[in-house]
């Protein structure tokens, strides 16, 4: 059986002339998938979105938010008509100065989830906190009263 291999013009290539570095870099350019690339810019901002488990906890609604390398400073969080909002916005600049050269990079990362709460919570009992580099909410449900027994009369 035969098998397909190809060549990319190495120093012992008879064929080698001055534009095959040049071909051969433009074949592995188009190589890499370059036209999937929009598809995978999209991957990365769909990744920026944390993570996020919601259990039900009986008496309780516990959500996790895996945001790790943040500040508790870092966070929003915001309550208004029945929808709970997370939101995150960090902005980040490093400069190196050596003898030579100054570089600064720039780092900006934000997110925002928001979640539709349902009627048997209690929204003003809602307590947070960052442990670990995960955000954890607790979400309260209402007390449910015991139905009152009615004695119904005969006439």
């Keep these: 059986m035969a098998n397909l291999t190809r060549r ?26 370059f036209f ?10 769909q990744g920026s979105v944390p993570a996020v488990n919601i259990k039900d906890k009986g008496k309780e609604y516990l959500i996790e938010v895996a945001a790790p390398g943040m500040k508790k400073e870092d966070f929003n969080i915001d309550m208004e008509e029945g929808m709970l ?18 570089r600064r990079e720039y780092n900006y990362s934000s997110f925002s989830r928001s979640f539709s709460l349902p009627e048997n919570v209690q929204p003003e009992d809602i307590k947070a906190r960052y442990e670990d580099g995960v955000l954890k909410l607790t979400v309260p449900k209402k007390q449910e009263q015991a139905k009152a027994k009615k004695k119904i009369n005969i006439d």
Aim: aromatic share 12%.
């Design 8 to 33: 990319n013009g190495g120093a012992s290539s008879p064929s080698r002339s001055i534009f095959s570095d040049f071909f051969s870099d433009v074949d592995r350019f188009f190589d890499k998938d």
């Design 36 to 45: 999937l690339m929009p598809m995978q810019v999209g991957r990365q901002f």
């Design 85 to 102: 909002t997370i939101s995150s916005q960090k902005e980040e600049e490093k400069t190196e100065d050596k003898e030579n050269y100054k």
